[in-house]
């Protein structure tokens, strides 16, 4: 085992489809891993309720918009209802989310120096006066941590589902091939709703046992507890909220592990 190839012969759960997973799975593979594709979530555009009809038309009489991904600023921008102008200040989470608006020539106005709800809401709150307007485009299953906080700051928070996320039906398939084969050496998770669908996927295949000797790496608190709700232990949680810096914290973890025996 070398340094340059740390995850040699070593699987790693990659839980993304297979155009969002390239990255990744190529970053494992350059440390010597074997990537196993298995998204374990998709995301289906919610474009003909009536509360984003509305938002759209009214996008205008808000002082914020938060995005808190890119698939929240996807969902919301690439569609074909009017957005009148002009837009309000836009304040994000993540670097991705970031870009993905200023591809579509949408200045970002805030960004937290913590990519996660609770590291938001701290950089955030000076900003806020009583009375202030903000809408939060999110997911279905996203945690209404953020609005919730500016309320009770006095803002008047709307929150509209543009997006559902939901359980690829092959992927059950594809998991039940890897785990009653060469099972999975390394399971990570990029959001508390990876692990739901995972772990939820494992209890139907009867595979509990076959994650007893697995690595886990988490990105960010939140997930982390969800894996922890579950009964696992995780072993790895980056101080920076990426792939890279998960993976990078997994191979920490194993270097000190092997450094000790």
């Given at each position: 085992?070398?340094?340059?190839?740390?995850?040699?012969?070593?699987?790693?759960?990659?839980?993304?489809?297979?155009?969002?997973?390239?990255?990744?799975?190529?970053?494992?593979?350059?440390?010597?891993?074997?990537?196993?594709?298995?998204?374990?979530?998709?995301?289906?555009?919610?474009?003909?309720?009536?509360?984003?009809?509305?938002?759209?038309?009214?996008?205008?009489?808000?002082?914020?918009?938060?995005?808190?991904?890119?698939?929240?600023?996807?969902?919301?921008?690439?569609?074909?209802?009017?957005?009148?102008?002009?837009?309000?200040?836009?304040?994000?989470?993540?670097?991705?989310?970031?870009?993905?608006?200023?591809?579509?020539?949408?200045?970002?106005?805030?960004?937290?120096?913590?990519?996660?709800?609770?590291?938001?809401?701290?950089?955030?709150?000076?900003?806020?006066?009583?009375?202030?307007?903000?809408?939060?485009?999110?997911?279905?299953?996203?945690?209404?941590?953020?609005a919730s906080s500016l309320s009770e700051k006095g803002a008047k928070v709307d929150?509209?589902?543009?997006?559902?996320?939901?359980?690829?039906?092959?992927?059950?398939?594809?998991?039940?091939?890897?785990?009653?084969?060469?099972?999975?050496?390394?399971?990570?998770?990029?959001?508390?709703?990876?692990?739901?669908?995972?772990?939820?996927?494992?209890?139907?295949?009867?595979?509990?046992?076959?994650?007893?000797?697995?690595?886990?790496?988490?990105?960010?608190?939140?997930?982390?507890?969800?894996?922890?709700?579950?009964?696992?232990?995780?072993?790895?949680?980056?101080?920076?909220?990426?792939?890279?810096?998960?993976?990078?914290?997994?191979?920490?973890?194993?270097?000190?592990?092997?450094?000790?025996?």
């Amino acid at each position: 085992m070398t340094l340059a190839s740390p995850l040699k012969g070593m699987t790693v759960l990659v839980p993304r489809g297979k155009k969002q997973a390239q990255t990744y799975s190529k970053l494992i593979k350059s440390y010597g891993g074997i990537p196993v594709e298995i998204p374990l979530i998709a995301f289906m555009p919610l474009r003909n309720s009536e509360s984003f009809s509305e938002a759209c038309k009214r996008i205008h009489t808000y002082d914020w918009l938060i995005f808190t991904s890119k698939t929240a600023v996807e969902a919301f921008f690439d569609h074909d209802l009017p957005i009148s102008k002009p837009l309000p200040k836009v304040a994000v989470i993540g670097e991705k989310t970031k870009s993905s608006l200023l591809d579509r020539g949408i200045n970002v106005d805030f960004s937290p120096r913590q990519y996660v709800a609770e590291g938001f809401v701290e950089d955030f709150l000076p900003f806020i006066e009583k009375g202030m307007k903000v809408l939060v485009p999110k997911g279905n299953l996203a945690r209404d941590y953020i609005a919730s906080s500016l309320s009770e700051k006095g803002a008047k928070v709307d929150e509209i589902i543009v997006y559902e996320t939901i359980f690829p039906k092959d992927s059950i398939g594809l998991l039940n091939n890897q785990l009653s084969g060469k099972g999975i050496d390394i399971l990570t998770f990029t959001s508390p709703s990876t692990v739901d669908h995972f772990m939820r996927a494992v209890k139907e295949l009867g595979y509990q046992d076959a994650l007893k000797n697995s690595l886990v790496g988490c990105i960010g608190p939140v997930t982390k507890e969800r894996a922890e709700d579950y009964g696992l232990h995780v072993h790895a949680v980056p101080e920076e909220f990426t792939v890279y810096s998960m993976l990078k914290s997994i191979i920490e973890y194993l270097e000190e592990n092997r450094r000790g025996n």
